[in-house]
């Protein structure tokens, strides 16, 4: 039964719903593909491509295990997800802080005023690639996927 | 005389807008495609967008806002050619997939 408060401020302009469409078609974007994942194994061969990086040099890359940790999580599986890529399963809340910044903003309709230093982003890419490197060698079979 | 140039100037104190900056805020640097790219798309080629992220953010804090706004751009660029490179394959693995099939 559909239920509206008589006097109640509803005041969705349409303006409002197109800010907020690219936020919202980006959430329903990434829940279909967290539905799909979840529903479709990838611990199955044959349900997704072979990673191109595994596959032409035979070594993982900081992607590798990414559809079964996204798996893992559909099925509230932590455990499970951070052993098959601990750095996917990680980006995840930075991932949803920075959407609803962007949507925070996009019904605001302020810019952005303050960027992250620097020295932040150097370190992601400095955990990346260690987190490359090390998945690959022996006594760090816990990185790999 | 010093070989190192001027000093840097102080950092602004919080919230303050630093003289010269351009209104508008700091450039899109696309770190959540970098992100979606290097871990969620096994690309490795997004560890470039991410340095380019890093480009931005570095830059607009040292007040060099005509490059911070460059690797924004190089950022967008990548992330684009990125983006298609993954399509790319997706679309070659299912070509090579409908063909073993056919095969068989």
Known sequence: MLHIQVGSPVRLLPDRWTRLAAPGGTALLAATVVGYVGAVDPNQAGHYPTCPFLFVTGLYCPGCGSLRAVHALAHGDVPEALSRNPLTVLSVPLLVALWVLWTRRRL?????????????????????IAFWILRNLPGFAFLAP | MSDYGAPPPPPPAYGAVPPGQP????PPNNLV???????????????????????VNSKWAAGDYA?????????????????????????LYIVFIVLAASNS
């Open chain 1, 108 to 128: 605001t309709g302020r810019r952005r005023s303050w960027a992250a230093p620097g020295w932040a982003i150097w370190g992601l890419l400095a955990v990346v």
């Open chain 2, 23 to 26: 209104a508008g805020g700091p």
């Open chain 2, 33 to 55: 495609w970098a992100i979606l790219t290097t871990l969620f798309c096994c690309l490795p080629l997004g560890v470039v967008s991410i340095v380019f992220a890093a480009q």
């Open chain 2, 67 to 91: 490059g911070a706004q460059d690797s924004a751009r190089k950022a967008r660029q990548f992330a684009m050619w990125s983006a298609i490179a993954g399509l790319v394959i997706v679309v």
